[in-house]
């Protein structure tokens, strides 16, 4: 019965023993702005039948994406990225010895999955460059709305800076956490070379931080060093958004380069696509502003036998502490993913995940090459990048992409929602599962031709 939902005689008899007329009374105290107004536009009920059948029609489309991965033909990027995950991370991952509690708070029960957190952490903050790295996020996006609000803390400045080329979604999440807390987002456009405009002219003394995304959302490789400079002299924050954090066992760390919060999206460190999540975010920053780090931090001890322990350091949500000191209540340990991810990052090591990064790298220059001969097709930026960069193709993208897939290849991102002004232009990655062979045949399709 409890799958049965109320009757209008059940809400009638629940509605008159509390003393209120109608359901949407119970919500007066929301304000107005914030209230939809109209009924969810979801679609009529269906029967079992009718949902099976739906469902199945929706598994036979990803047919085709299944079989662009195996191939070699899987070019889709754009904040999620499909690289190859070796067996021993579900293996590892599914063993009872990390079937531990989910929330940590009992370290005589949970040393699995504190040491985890632990490793994770200094794994993250040699990867970032910075001191002190967090126990996990959501994903990428409310990770740089998080970095927002804790410059904000920081600076006591109610107004932020944002390039134009981070990901697009994520300044939708970004805009959503600062709307009703009176902050101001101004954006810092983007160059004709696909980076950040240098930022120097356009901070203002009221602003808290200046985020920019490395690579940025169109995969060129922005300029951080100048763009701290630029922040610091007028006592703003650098953060640094990584939406492919493979990248960072390649370029530079971003805390080398001047960055105060490092922060993005770790999927691509051993955590399937999943048709979009859940994913793993994270959030680095130098020991200074660790008070106002989101979340919380697991460190290491030695228990009363002087052997090898670890436990919560510092929790700063508002289960913890009283709610005006909370630093934020919605950031969470992504307990499964982040074990993914720490297992990914060992078994790889430092040695072996910079070779998988100069091989995204490697085929990615691969395929700007072959763009550069082939008639029909342009690299509209010349800025460095790493495995994900725009090919500008002739007519329409859409039906570029549509070549593509004919060809059984996943052959990127339409850009015209996000970037219109670029004309027809595709975003385009390549990762270690990338094949030669198939990269010949997208820049085929993109140019016109029907392989």
């Not at 009638?12 to 949407?24: H, N, P, S, W, Y």
């Amino acid at each position: 019965m409890r799958y049965i939902p109320h009757t209008a005689d059940d809400v009638r008899r629940m509605l008159e023993t509390i003393g209120v007329d109608e359901v949407e009374d119970l919500f007066a105290c929301i304000p107005e702005k914030l209230r939809l107004g109209r009924p969810l536009a979801l679609p009529a009920a269906a029967s079992e039948a009718e949902v099976a059948a739906e469902l199945g029609e929706l598994a036979e489309r990803t047919t085709q994406t299944r079989d662009a991965r195996r191939g070699g033909g899987w070019f889709l990027g754009g904040g999620a990225y499909a690289h190859f995950v070796p067996s021993v991370v579900d293996a590892i991952a599914s063993r009872s010895e990390f079937a531990t509690a989910y929330t940590p708070y009992q370290p005589e029960f949970s040393q699995g999955t504190l040491q985890t957190i632990f490793e994770w952490q200094t794994m993250m903050s040699g990867l970032t460059g910075l001191e002190v790295s967090n126990a996990s996020m959501y994903d990428g996006a409310s990770s740089v709305a998080e970095a927002a609000l804790m410059a904000m803390r920081v600076t006591r400045r109610q107004r932020v800076l944002v390039s134009a080329a981070l990901h697009p979604t994520w300044r939708q999440v970004l805009e959503t956490y600062l709307d009703g807390l009176g902050a101001e987002i101004d954006t810092l456009p983007r160059g004709a070379d696909g980076r950040t405009t240098p930022p120097a002219d356009a901070i203002r003394d009221d602003h808290a931080c200046v985020i920019l995304q490395q690579p940025n959302f169109l995969g060129c490789v922005e300029d951080l060093a100048s763009a701290a400079t630029a922040a610091h002299e007028r006592g703003a924050l650098l953060v640094t958004g990584v939406a492919e954090a493979l990248s960072l066992a390649l370029l530079r760390p971003p805390g080398e380069l001047g960055a105060d919060v490092v922060c993005g999206e770790a999927q691509s460190f051993g955590v399937p696509l999943s048709y979009g999540g859940p994913h793993l975010g994270f959030l680095a920053t130098s020991t200074r502003h660790v008070r106002q780090m989101p979340g919380r931090l697991v460190g290491q001890t030695v228990d009363t036998r002087g052997r090898r322990g670890f436990v919560l350091t510092l929790s700063t949500r508002e289960q913890h502490i009283r709610r005006e000191r909370a630093t934020s209540n919605i950031c969470t340990n992504q307990g499964l993913c982040l074990l993914m991810a720490t297992v990914y990052l060992a078994l790889h090591g430092r040695v072996g995940l910079a070779e998988l990064a100069r091989q995204n790298h490697a085929k990615a220059e691969y395929a700007k090459a072959r763009v550069r001969e082939t008639p029909g097709v342009a690299l509209p930026f010349d800025a460095p990048s790493f495995n994900e960069f725009v090919i500008g193709v002739e007519g329409s993208a859409g039906e570029a992409l549509a070549r593509a897939r004919r060809a059984g290849l996943m052959g990127g991102l339409d850009l015209a929602r996000h970037a219109p002004e670029l004309g027809p232009a595709v975003l385009v990655c390549t990762t270690e599962l990338s094949q030669r062979e198939a990269i010949d045949r997208l820049v085929a399709c993109l140019a016109g031709a029907e392989s």
